[in-house]
């Protein structure tokens, strides 16, 4: 277990740890358990190494909020926090306890505490342990909703991020349209291991966000296939390659997914690729009230494709953590049924990728992350606060594979627009045979 430290930490362990109470005073509660992992390093500005992907570490955190003095006791295991990290914990009150005394520890709670639990983020086992005569008060954890909330400071080292991540990805699609150019050989393996190895390059880089999903062709069609040493295709012929990967860096977290032509694509593929890309940019064009409550956007990316009659079977967009889980709550984009805490707010980070997956054929997925940042409205907010979204990630999105046919001019506008960001954002950063990929794939479409 290691620090989070400034400047890419914005706001202080102590700073986190106050907002925490003051939620607690507000609902009359002494006592919080905290057990989702990703909500304990975000509290505590620390991360670790526990679980693959995810900066993150084992552990239970308990508040004490009942005294003049607050405290706090970390359930972790023997010998994963060094000592001098430990003292500076304690010096913002927090101490450090056996892991496996976590349930004593609720058990000795005296009668007059009143404990908050989220009861979607915690086991049974524990609840179970709480005191005899404890009054509990269950609600989604404070934490939760906070860091979900990325402020204005850590929204400028996402932006650095994401323009690494997308100089990641230059280099290696220079390498590998060449490469294929050439007529070398390449498997999906290959795309994990290359790209992965541009990415480790970049400044501030610490691993990936999750395993690299390289589906040619059929492959493609499943939305979380990942290709293996002992099962995997060799990308030959002509047809779609789908690349959904990211990374963890200490300014943030990446994700993303896009589309490549191999050799000549069908008009059928064209349409489908078309029929996404118009859903993608459908609901990242879109504006909303302040506190729209996340689901009720799905249906605008669907709707390119239900014009056509199709559909896809995941959900649209997923929180996205501040160098932590690459998927996080509360919002979601989707078909879920929605709840107030699913309320769009300033600073949350959601992925839009709409796709459409045609078994046994090919697969397509667009998927940028975007920022909810206020808008004004020519009314002046009159009819409340507007938000939209600030598209983060900086990678071309293939033109080749467009249907000119199904695009409308504000579309085209709107790609062309992106595509000079990206071209702006990325270019000081990459040179060579990747600055010219840069050039070529962010050439504006004309209407």
């Given amino acids: 277990v290691y620090e989070h430290l400034p400047p890419q930490a914005a706001v202080s362990r102590a700073d986190k740890l106050a907002r925490v109470r003051t939620a607690m005073a507000s609902i009359g509660a002494t006592h919080h358990l905290i057990s989702t992992v990703d909500d304990v390093a975000w509290l505590l500005n620390l991360r670790g190494a526990d679980v693959e992907c995810n900066p993150v570490f084992i552990a239970h955190l308990l508040l004490d909020a009942s005294s003049a003095q607050p405290a706090g006791r970390l359930f972790i295991g023997e010998g994963k926090v060094p000592a001098a990290l430990a003292e500076r914990l304690a010096a913002d009150g927090i101490t450090l306890s056996p892991y496996s ?24 086992g524990l609840r179970e342990a709480v005191a005899a005569g404890v009054a509990v008060v269950e609600q989604i954890n404070p934490s939760t909703l906070l860091k979900s909330r990325k402020v204005l400071e850590e929204a400028v080292f996402i932006r650095e991020a994401m323009a690494e991540d997308g100089a990641a990805m230059c280099e290696f699609y220079a390498e590998f349209e060449a490469s294929l150019a050439r007529g070398e050989r390449w498997t999906e393996l290959d795309v994990d291991a290359r790209l992965s190895a541009q990415r480790r390059k970049r400044p501030g880089f610490i691993g990936l966000s999750f395993s690299t999903i390289a589906g040619w062709m059929a492959n493609g069609a499943l939305p979380h296939y990942r290709a293996l040493p002992e099962s995997h295709a060799v990308i030959e012929g002509d047809g779609l390659l789908l690349i959904d990967s990211g990374g963890q860096y200490l300014g943030g977290t990446t994700d993303i997914t896009r589309v490549w032509p191999i050799g000549t694509v069908t008009a059928a593929q064209k349409r489908d690729y078309t029929l996404v890309l118009k859903g993608t940019l459908a609901l990242s064009r879109t504006r909303f009230p302040r506190g729209t409550l996340s689901p009720m956007l799905d249906a605008i990316a669907r709707a390119p494709l239900w014009e056509h009659g199709l559909d896809y079977g995941h959900g649209t967009g997923h929180g996205v953590g501040y160098f932590l889980n690459v998927h996080e709550g509360p919002q979601s984009i989707s078909k879920a049924i929605p709840e107030p805490t699913m309320a769009m707010e300033p600073g949350m980070i959601t992925s839009i990728e709409p796709g459409l997956y045609r078994p046994g054929l090919w697969g397509v997925r667009i998927e940028n992350l975007v920022l909810n940042v206020a808008v004004d409205t020519p009314e002046k907010n009159a009819f409340g606060e507007m938000l939209a979204f600030e598209t983060l990630t900086l990678c071309p999105i293939d033109t080749r594979c467009i249907d000119l046919s199904l695009m409308r ?39």
């Avoid at 504000?410 to 071209?423: C, M, S």
């Fill in 101 to 124: 005394s976590a349930a004593a520890a609720l058990a000795a709670l005296p009668a007059t505490a009143r404990l908050l639990v989220d009861p979607r983020r915690i086991t049974l």
């Fill in 409 to 447: 001019a504000d579309e085209l506008a709107w790609l062309n627009d992106y595509h000079a960001t990206v071209r702006e954002r990325l270019a000081p950063k990459v040179s060579g045979a990747a600055l010219a990929w840069l050039l070529a794939r962010t050439e504006p479409l004309a209407a």
